[in-house]
């Protein structure tokens, strides 16, 4: 009997468009298809609505997101700047400005 390689969910596509692109098809599609958590509430129960629409379905929230993906690196950085940044770097930096004008 012949071993078959697991292809997941590539395998309707059989041998066409070549083994890298569905590769990177496989990728996207698990990453995207796996439960994600809700920025809200924090259950696992977030699915993709429409392109870059993302909705969990326990809360009903609905938030943008990526075209695969609830969250973007992009996205991420964004978050972590609108935090703000220490006190203590604004003072100094209050203080230089004053100096400056």
Excluded at 11 to 31: D, H, M, N, P, Q
Excluded at 61 to 78: D, H, I, M, N, R
């Amino acid at each position: 009997m012949v071993k078959r390689k697991k292809l997941g969910p590539v395998a309707r596509l059989g041998v066409r468009y070549g083994v890298t692109l569905r590769k990177r098809l496989s990728k996207i599609e698990v990453e995207m298809k796996k439960p994600h958590e809700c920025p809200s509430c924090g259950v696992i129960a977030v699915k993709k609505v429409s392109v870059g629409l993302w909705g969990c379905r326990k809360c009903g929230y609905t938030f943008a997101g990526g075209a695969y993906t609830p969250s973007t690196k992009l996205g991420e950085v964004a978050k972590r700047a609108s935090r703000g940044t220490p006190s203590e770097a604004i003072k100094v930096s209050g203080k230089e400005k004053e100096k400056v004008e």
